[in-house]
Nanobody, 124 residues
Framework: QVQLVESGGGLVQAGGSLRLSCAASGSTFSTYAMGWFRQAPGKGREFVAAINWSGSSTYYTDSVKGRFTISRDNVKNMVHLQMNSLNPEDTAVYCC?????????????????WGQGTQVTVSS
């Protein structure tokens, strides 16, 4: 069982930065791949980024490549999403998720644990 709690969301102007964090409970955190997903108002859930169990492999959706960076700390049981050059299209609730596998996936239903989410609002 893994419990996930996100933090770090907020209101930021276009061009600004935010760093999201996801704290995970449980001693088996390093055995899970982790992902970040987002859901904007009136839209479906969208894959943002994923990282493998060791942190050596990351992948991103095209719209955030070069702007967002996912990382993890297996000692502190944390996953982070550094978001730079934010624009209003990035406004959404951001959730972290854990996949019981070595590598992440772009497919939401392959993740077994989800956090409640943190709101990110980017003003123009």
């Amino acid at each position: 069982q893994v419990q996930l709690v996100e933090s770090g969301g907020g209101l930021v102007q276009a061009g600004g930065s935010l760093r999201l964090s996801c704290a995970a409970s449980g001693s088996t955190f390093s055995t899970y791949a982790m992902g970040w997903f987002r859901q904007a108002p009136g839209k479906g859930r969208e894959f943002v980024a994923a990282i493998n169990w060791s942190g050596s492999s990351t992948y991103y959706t095209d719209s955030v490549k070069g702007r967002f960076t996912i990382s993890r700390d297996n000692v502190k049981n944390m996953v982070h999403l550094q978001m730079n050059s934010l624009n209003p299209e990035d406004t959404a609730v951001y959730c972290c998720a854990a996949r019981r596998a070595a590598y992440g996936s772009r497919i939401g239903f392959e993740y077994v644990y989800w956090g409640q989410g943190t709101q990110v609002t980017v003003s123009s």
